[in-house]
């Protein structure tokens, strides 16, 4: 396959799952927002900054909007062309993307992006105020559902599927990791609070932004602590979110990619090396060196790993 198809591709899931990233932060901040004290002057960052400094855009948003308030970060996260992440300008990039290699989706697969981007159209021509967040953060969970299942559903289990496939995983890493480090930005009011019924809720968030309450409660049961569901997201290879998940899912599809090509590179070796770094891990590992530190950590080793399989596989470079 060629580099730049290859590319296309690997892009096309990347932005696809971008988009999700940012409703589920959006549906993160929306309830915490409900809840007293946390957005007083008693924490240092109130919840919809939190969203931003975990989206990675908080400066762009500072230099454009100034107030983090509900309607400007939901503006700047789903609406704002300006950023290159936002729900809006991701389905447009998956649907570009997806325009170059025409050939090389189904027709179901270009049929959804092509609707995603009629859809968005028509959504920025409504009146603001007549679109909720929780109807934004709804239609692009399920649009995102319907392009991903399209794929699944038709695409060859060629080559092109494993770079979208890498694509997806990779991207899923760092949402995943950038979603749990909402929890960390979103600061109690007060260190008397951890372990509270606030504390609790805000880890609840956390699950219910996942779509993962019920699974979470068929694989642990019982009470909901912070060690429970940071393992879940974490290490436990039963969620199709967690962080290990992901990280294995990169493997196999490289791993497929060396069977087809006859040789394996760098890329397989730093898949592993993660794998094996997160097999290593346990929850009493990761507070111990500190949530936001391990996710951060995390976060770097994602995209490292996704530089060095643009650098092998998708930069056009002779190898």
Known sequence: MLSRTADNLFWIARYIERAETNARLLEVGARNAMLPDTGSGRGNRNEWE???MASGTKARFDA???AAVERNVETHLFFDADNPSSVSSCFNAARENGRIVRTALTTQVWEALNTAHADLIDL????RSSLSTTDLIDWTLRTCSLIRGAGLATQLRNDGYDFTNIGHFLERADSTAR??????????????FVGSGLDNYQWRTVLRAMNATRAFHWAYGG?????????FLVLNRQAPRSLINA???????????????GRGCEAQTRARALVDKLNRTTTEVIFDKGL??????????????????????????SR
Not at 223 to 231: L, P, R
Not at 292 to 313: K, P
């Open 124 to 127: 920025s021509r409504q009146e």
């Open 223 to 231: 009470e909901v602590t912070a060690a429970k569901i940071v393992d």
């Open 292 to 317: 936001h530190q391990f996710l951060r950590e995390f976060i770097s080793d994602v995209n490292a790993l996704g530089g060095v399989v643009h650098q092998v596989y998708l930069s056009g470079e």
């Open 247 to 261: 990280a294995d899912g990169v493997l196999h599809h490289l791993l497929r990619l060396e069977t087809q090509y």
């Open 50 to 52: 939190s969203v931003l």
């Open 64 to 66: 454009k909007y100034g």
């Open 179 to 192: 979603i749990l480090d909402v929890k960390y930005y979103v600061l109690l009011p007060d260190v008397a």
